[in-house]
């Protein structure tokens, strides 16, 4: 059995026939909200000298979200991630809220997302200590107040 799917790349963990169906949402709006290490860490491209930063990647994200109907959130912190600090690696802005742009949500410091827990400590480590106990990952935090 083959399946012919539209679209550029093709991962095999999508090569299912059921991956996109027209019409499946109906007519009406839905109220959702995903969120999650999205690793907008950039890309190196093997071969290529088109590599993608960071930032670029979350602004192609937003991009996309929007032609979507739906919004990545704004945060109160940049960042989401901490390595430690005897790391090589950078803290990362990695973590992301996406929702129905539609949907609404309480403000914390003039952003619908907080970021909490390591990004709250003042020295490196504390932060170090809270990622080793619990996450190197922050918490995101945030309220639906209307759908």
Known sequence: MSHSFSGAYKHPACMCPY???EG????GRANYTLLGDLITMGMNLTYSDKDVGAGE???RLKKRAG???MEVLDRAHELTYWPGS???YSPGNL???VAADHVQ???FGGKPVAVRRWPEKTTNPHKDAWAKKYSDHAVLDFLIKML
């Open 24 to 27: 499946a949402g109906g007519t």
């Open 19 to 21: 991956r996109h169906v």
């Open 86 to 88: 005897g790391s090589s």
């Open 57 to 59: 990647e979350v602004g």
């Open 67 to 69: 032609k979507k109907g």
């Open 95 to 97: 973590d992301h809220v």
């Open 105 to 107: 949500f309480k403000s």
